[in-house]
């Protein structure tokens, strides 16, 4: 059975892995590197470029010591991204002080800062930019489900496997924050940028 | 469907199905309001994934030296993670809790402790010295060397009390108190309260071996209990008992008993008995606890170790416990023995024609009444008591042990009958200590809380009076209103109970209550 399983896929790269062969985890790094730090960037936004390195490789050290453990009932990808979120939260959490103390120097090293400014059209980038400030504005709780379920398709029986919480807890969550994203000054704006580009 | 415009969310979250779903897109057709915030979110979920995935194509990828360290990281011979940052957690909280025991037993069970806080554990004799003079306890917490006619004196400040252990005998000092020791012989142990209140907690040890007091000419039998004394000025001073029986012998030679619950007030020349306040009660119990100062109790029948000034000893022990009862201890200041009414004069003003507003039972026979009601002989006690009735009507203490039977007996009715007789022919003080016994007895047994709140406002109404359960009054108001549904009274009264009696145990009751009504108040608004 497991003959007919794609060798390449991220599940069989998992086994690999559970097995001890970290080669895998090479491939998986290549294949996901730029969605963990999307992820890591998108919920610390003032994480410095060396942060997001290092963070990274701790999010895939971090699914090297789950490997064992992993079960392929859900998308490899939803899965890495809730250890992403997890390692951002964590970041966030042992960093405030130092945040705190260089809120500004961070702010202007960001990665997610600086794509925002290498894109174009320009009213795409305002664009972008506003629905990246609605997405900030959102709660951390809120925002990952959102996230979840917009991005990576899952639904909300498999976001509550996923996160650990009720499915009623994740359409609650899902419904603020659509109520939130839907009712905002910022989706006017929003609304009138696209209706103007 | 009854609103469609509700399932709006439902259908975002792609939960409709089959039927639901398709009268939903119907009504997509003709409402507006939906079909736009539909077409909004669209349109947001287009951008939120172009957000996503444009953020995910800036990211510059890693280079090889980044993968290749990467899996050389995980590579190496890694320490296995049997220390998980779980695992530590629940280890530090299991450290913690060992470590909180530890300190708890070490306080409680330590022998010697040292002094703090101002408390001073009090001397006592040695079996090795037993003709030394005391050492005295000032509130300083330093000794010094008895008077030469080998007494002591324990004084406590202000913000001080101290407690201490003879032979079967724990005494808490309360604040601002003098205590004079007299004597303390096996068997003879005498003191002098000159200011204050002090508890004492007589460990009883067989019902024939008695401890008595001697207190401003009066003298007291204890039978295994704990009482309070209180000498307030030179002629008001009162016994409470909160467990146990006390006999009073007067200066006068009458006898007065004291039963649990009860507070003898000698005031002068008059007696009158009030039921033992809540406050009273606490004060007893704070003056009584054991702190990790205070000296503690010999362990398998080993002699403890007395400890002056949290010092220990190098020979020097407590005596055996053993004769605690039968000591006879003065609380006698010298007062001026203002008698009360002896019989010569009970008999000349008999004789002139002066009223007189005593109670006119014969003592011998309410006594007896109120040991039978101690007994449990509440039949035999009643029956006497309506016969004593029959013939003084105006006897407010039989009215009121009347209350007391009828009330262990459960007639709550005739003990609310017998309280409103006590209302109306006991002196103010005893009256309204009535009228808070039966507000009591209309919330918690009969459930009448218009009543209750009679009683309890007319107690905390009367003035220039001391209302010991002036707290306890209030929190109980405060119950009944919340009972009848008056919330905002309610709070208003817990908020008063903590404003002025902040720190007692009705005080924290309160808050415990508004806390209660918050949350209640919050989850009916938060379902």
């Known amino acids: ?197 | 469907m009854t609103n469609p415009c509700a399932h709006l969310s439902a259908y975002l979250d792609q939960q409709l199905e089959g039927a639901g779903h398709d009268e939903f897109v119907h009504h997509l057709d003709r409402c507006p309001v939906c079909s736009a915030r539909v077409a909004l979110w669209d349109q947001m979920r287009e951008a939120i994934i172009d957000f996503a995935e444009t953020a995910e194509q800036s990211q510059t990828t890693g280079t090889a030296a980044a993968r290749a360290e990467l899996v050389d990281r995980v590579g190496r011979n890694r320490p296995i993670r049997v220390f998980t940052p779980a695992a530590l957690r629940w280890a530090a909280v299991f450290t913690s809790a060992v470590f909180l025991l530890a300190i708890g037993f070490i306080a409680l069970y330590r022998p010697a402790p040292p002094t703090s806080h101002g408390e001073t554990p009090l001397p006592a004799r040695t079996a090795d010295a037993p003709t030394s003079p005391p050492a005295t306890a000032s509130s300083t917490g330093e000794t010094s060397p008895g008077s030469g006619t080998g007494r002591e004196t324990i004084e406590t400040a202000a913000d001080q009390r101290l407690i201490t252990r003879f032979a079967g005998l724990r005494i808490g000092v309360g604040r601002h108190s003098l205590l004079e020791i007299l004597e303390t012989e096996p068997g003879a142990n005498r003191f002098q309260l000159l200011r204050g209140v002090v508890a004492w907690a007589v460990t009883p040890r067989a019902a024939e071996q008695t401890v008595t007091i001697e207190f401003n000419g009066h003298t007291v039998r204890v039978i295994g209990t704990r009482l309070i004394t209180r000498r307030e000025d030179e002629h008001r001073s009162g016994v409470g008992v909160a467990s146990g029986q006390v006999e009073v012998v007067l200066a006068t030679g009458g006898t007065e008993q004291v039963t649990t619950g009860r507070l003898l007030v000698i005031d002068g020349t008059t007696t009158h008995w009030e039921s033992l306040s809540a406050t009273d009660l606490a004060l007893m119990d704070t003056l009584l606890a054991e702190t990790p100062d205070s000296h503690q109790p010999p362990k398998g029948g080993k002699p403890a170790k007395y400890s002056p000034n949290g010092r220990s000893p190098k020979n020097g022990t407590v005596q055996p416990e053993s004769s605690p009862i039968g000591q006879r201890l003065t609380l006698s200041p010298p007062l001026p023995r203002t008698v009360r009414k002896n019989p010569s004069t009970q008999d000349r003003r008999r004789q002139s024609g002066e009223s007189d507003t005593r109670p006119q039972g014969t003592p011998s026979s309410i006594e007896q009444c109120q040991t039978w009601i101690i007994q449990g002989r509440l039949q035999q006690a009643s029956t006497a008591l309506d016969e004593h009735l029959a013939h003084t009507p105006n006897d407010h203490r039989a009215w009121h042990l009347l209350a007391d039977c009828r009330r262990k007996a459960g007639d709550w009715t005739g003990a609310l009958a017998a309280l409103d007789k006590v209302i109306d022919r006991a002196p103010p003080r005893v009256a309204n200590a009535a009228r808070f016994e039966a507000g009591t007895i209309w919330q918690e047994k009969k459930s009448r809380h218009h009543r209750a709140i009679d009683n309890f406002s007319a107690y905390l109404a009367a003035a220039n009076l001391r209302r010991p359960l002036a707290a306890e009054a209030l929190l109980r108001l405060g119950r009944s209103q919340l009972a009848l549904g008056n919330t905002d009274a309610a709070k208003r009264t817990f908020g008063k109970v903590i404003t002025d009696h902040n720190g007692t145990v009705a005080a924290s009751r309160a808050r415990k209550m508004l806390d209660d009504l918050k949350s209640e108040r919050h989850s009916a608004d938060h379902p």
Not at chain 1, 33 to 56: Q, Y
Not at chain 1, 87 to 115: I, Q
Not at chain 1, 128 to 148: D, F
Request: aromatic share 6%; charged share 30%; hydrophobic share 40%.
């Open chain 1, 1 to 197: 059975m497991e003959n007919n399983v794609d060798p390449t896929s991220d599940d069989r790269l998992m086994s690999r892995l559970a097995l001890g062969e970290t080669d895998a985890l090479g491939e998986l790094y290549v294949r996901y590197e730029r969605m963990v730090k999307a992820t890591l960037c998108h919920f610390s936004p003032e994480m410095s470029a060396a942060d997001v390195e290092e963070i990274t490789q701790e999010v895939f050290i971090a699914v090297h010591d789950m490997a064992p453990r992993y079960k392929p009932q859900s998308k490899f990808r939803a899965w890495l991204w809730g250890i992403s979120s997890r390692k951002a939260s964590d970041w966030r959490r042992k960093t405030w002080v130092r945040r705190r103390l260089l809120r500004e120097s961070a702010g202007e090293s960001s990665p997610a800062m600086a794509w925002r400014k290498e894109q174009s059209p320009i009213k795409k980038v305002e664009q972008r930019e506003t629905i990246g400030l609605m997405l900030a504005a959102l709660p951390r709780k809120q925002r990952e489900v959102l996230m979840l379920h917009v991005v990576e398709g899952l639904k909300g029986d498999e976001i509550a496997q996923l996160l650990n919480i009720r499915p009623k807890t994740v359409r609650t969550r899902l419904h603020r924050a659509r109520q939130q994203l839907l009712d905002s000054d910022l989706a006017k704006l929003w609304q009138q940028t696209g209706d103007n580009s």
